[in-house]
């Protein structure tokens, strides 16, 4: 059975099958949904729980799901229930249901495909699924880029599968393994003080704690990425300029947090997403490709129903309900007609074209306005930093200066 698995899927089996917890942190496109129902066939599971964001297990339009790739390999030996992560959060029935049907069990495994899903540790999903691996005998968690934000993203999935693997607290593992800084920011006669992870330390004796039970692998295909920016002029900066002016102002940036700096980059964005300049600069590029081959990843609700209208025949699509657990491999052109502040995010689109099965290189359009947004949007994309993270470190000034 293992000769027709690939090189990387063999020796994940081989490491993980000895262990009844395991990360399978594998790119996109690698085939670890595959390896995933090796391994759980190689127990003795009396019960699966497969627990992944909703639009992996029902995707919009003709686009298979993980159940389909599941059933395409064979399927799993024991009972299976899929469970949208979303879910666990936004209800309680759904939850305690779960809860309850898992007791029943003598040996039930679970499975969290996109473990990136729980990394926040004070959420209610985070919670409910820790609460939910208290009852498993095997747990396993799949993903192909575990780490976002900073290296706190993975103590909640190792969490899961054991405390006993990092067996310390989140502090704990904050203060041992980042190295933290602390800036004071002043507006007027106002001071507030923040943290933010500046670097990492003592990252041998975190792989010496978490090795046994991680495999990782990286994809291997024999064709290109191939990255080109379409630049374009914002014709229209009206709007942009006076939310730029609203917003960096002292009494507003003093009760600047996360939630309000994402509203504002929103904002502003918002505000020339349907520019002219850009709807030029996309019907110039999109007029030699072929609509069969590419794919057009948008933001917000009015873009993409400004594109499906324009562009008819190509395939649209959305970050949040496209990028996750998609084969889209027919496609080799992928167009980001909207920016995004999610590494995450881009990485995972990417990887709906760049994997097993895909045999022209991939082509990868971004559409860049000469503002000031767009460029800081990119840098910190670039550079894999978190909007929280950037808002700890840049001051009004800075601000100011950039956008």
Not at 227 to 242: F, G, I
Request: hydrophobic residues 30%; aromatic residues 12%.
């Amino acid at each position: 059975m293992l000769e027709t698995y690939t090189d990387s899927q063999k020796e994940a089996i081989e490491k993980l099958s000895k262990y009844k917890v395991g990360a399978l942190f594998m790119e996109q496109g690698t085939g670890k949904t595959r390896t995933a129902i090796e391994l759980v066939n190689s127990t003795n599971c009396d019960y699966v729980l497969y627990i992944a964001p909703y639009r992996v297990i029902n995707p919009d339009g003709d686009v298979s799901s993980v159940i389909d790739e599941i059933n395409k390999w064979g399927g799993f030996n024991a009972p299976v229930d899929y469970l949208g992560v979303e879910s666990l959060s936004n209800s309680d029935r759904i939850y305690l249901e779960n809860l309850h049907k898992i007791q029943n069990y003598e040996d039930p495994f679970i499975v969290v495909d996109e473990s990136i899903k729980i990394k926040n540790l004070d959420s209610i999903r985070t919670e409910r699924v820790l609460k939910l691996g208290e009852f498993a005998e095997y747990k396993l968690i799949l993903n192909g880029t575990p780490i976002t934000r900073d290296l706190l993203d993975l103590y909640s999935q190792m969490l899961f599968l054991s405390p006993k693997i990092l067996d310390m607290s989140i502090n704990q593992f904050k203060y041992t393994f980042c190295r933290i800084k602390t800036i004071t920011k002043r507006y007027g006669n106002r001071t507030e003080k923040s943290e933010f992870i500046s670097g990492y330390e003592n990252i041998d004796y975190l792989h010496s704690l978490i090795s046994n039970y991680v495999y990782r692998c990286s994809i291997r295909l024999g064709v290109d990425m191939n990255h080109h920016e379409v630049s374009y002029e914002v014709e229209d900066k009206e709007e942009y300029n006076r939310l730029k002016e609203y917003y960096l102002n002292e009494d507003v940036m003093f009760k600047m947090n996360n939630q309000f700096f994402m509203q504002m980059t929103q904002s502003m964005q918002h505000s020339y997403s349907l520019d002219k300049g850009k709807i030029k600069a996309m019907d110039k590029l999109i007029s030699n490709l072929d609509k069969d081959k590419t794919l057009i990843f948008c933001k917000y609700i009015d873009s993409r129903e400004f594109c499906e209208d324009r562009y008819k025949g190509f395939k649209v699509l959305s970050y949040q309900k496209s990028s996750l657990g998609l084969n889209l491999q027919d496609y080799n052109v992928t167009i980001y007609f909207d920016k995004v502040w999610d590494y995450y995010l881009m990485e995972q689109s990417k990887s709906r074209t760049y994997r097993q099965g895909q045999t022209d290189n991939c082509i990868y359009y971004y559409l860049t306005g000469d503002i000031g947004l767009d460029r800081m949007i990119d840098n910190n994309i670039n550079k894999k930093v978190s909007m929280s993270e950037y808002l700890n470190k840049v001051t009004l000034e800075e601000l100011k200066e950039k956008l």
